[in-house]
């Protein structure tokens, strides 16, 4: 019978458009269940057709807390996003089901714990307790519906010293988010899995936004494969429920490498392209400082001209790959020819000093190739006015989907 009850409910959110939020701790079906003594294998019901279905029309967020095995994780799998307690475990199958499958005995703390799946990128956020999970699930659904009318914020003089001025030097970018975001407003998803890609919800003067950004920490920024693939799905989903969206970009491009190659970078990467080509919803691009490459046209929405606006702080620098490499491939000879360690040293250090000239915010916004150099101190005003210049942009209604569907992944 608990399928039939889920089936009910779930034909009422589809019809309503009413969001989900899916407690889904469980062990899934039984085997011996005598309920209904007609069924067979039961492989007809509906209950998972319609979650699915529900899929892009309304939010759906799954709670999930200590074992979530089989059919119970295919309703957290089909969520758009997963909150899971510290104990949780979830796995398409239970000890069970393994074993009888002739796979070995395993205890349930075995299969799929938290300390896996928050790697592999399956939860993107990680409570303590179950009231933990239900206070976090309503304020990320807070972020499909709408405005908040109370809010306070850093003082944004901060984010000019957010960058240092040696461009050698890393910098806290999810701190630079948290100066720039309204105060307690920033949730990360998937912190855990492709670090090197930031993707939270934020609120700048109460206004929801989907904030995508580059950690130079990590890769120096690179984007990998993951990275490409956690930035693309998060695309989906703020595009889905008209959640406008902004991006840092800090990077030096895409990784390469033959051991990249092997993890298919080409088509994980490109993912990002024709996802963000098939936005409706504004996106507001920031350059904190590399904007470098394929990387970096695809943190803007695949060009430098396609957001709603592409502004740079000072710190921005730019080219088509990043300033050291491109001397030590354009300038070999003449760097070999070099007498000298130290003169070879001096005169690569006078090459990236002359590419960085070229390629510097200002000569790119004198270019055209970005929009303006702005004062970091501005950043929320520029995406404030880019929200009214775009006057329904997140807040016009949907009278069913806007795409057909929300990967799961």
Known sequence: MNHKKTDRILEIAEQQKLPVIFFAEGGGGRPGDTDNATKVAGLDGPSFLQYARLSGLVPRI??????????NAVFAGCSDLMIATENACIGMAGPAMIEGGGLGS??????????????????????????EGAALAKKLMSYFQGELTDWTCEDQRWLRRAVPENRLHAYDMRHLINVFADTDSVVELRPDFAPGMITAFVRVEGRPLGLIANDPKVLGGAIDAAGADKASRFMQLCDAFNVPMVSFCDTPGFMVGPEEEETAMVRHTCRMFVTAASLTVPL??????????????GMTGGSFHAPFF?????????GGMGLEGAVNLAYKKELDAQETPEQRQALFNELVGKLYERGEALSMAAALEIDAVIDPADSRAWVLRGLRAAPLAGREPIAGKKRPMIDTW
């Open 62 to 71: 799954a709670v999930v807390s200590g074992r979530c095995f089989a059919g």
């Open 106 to 131: 395993f205890k349930p703390e075995e299969v799929g714990p938290v300390s896996v799946q928050r790697a592999n990128g399956v939860i993107d956020c990680v409570v303590k307790d179950e009231e």
């Open 284 to 297: 507001f691009s920031l350059v904190t400082r590399k904007g470098y490459g394929l990387g970096a046209q």
């Open 310 to 318: 592409c502004a740079s702080w000072p710190s921005g620098e730019f």
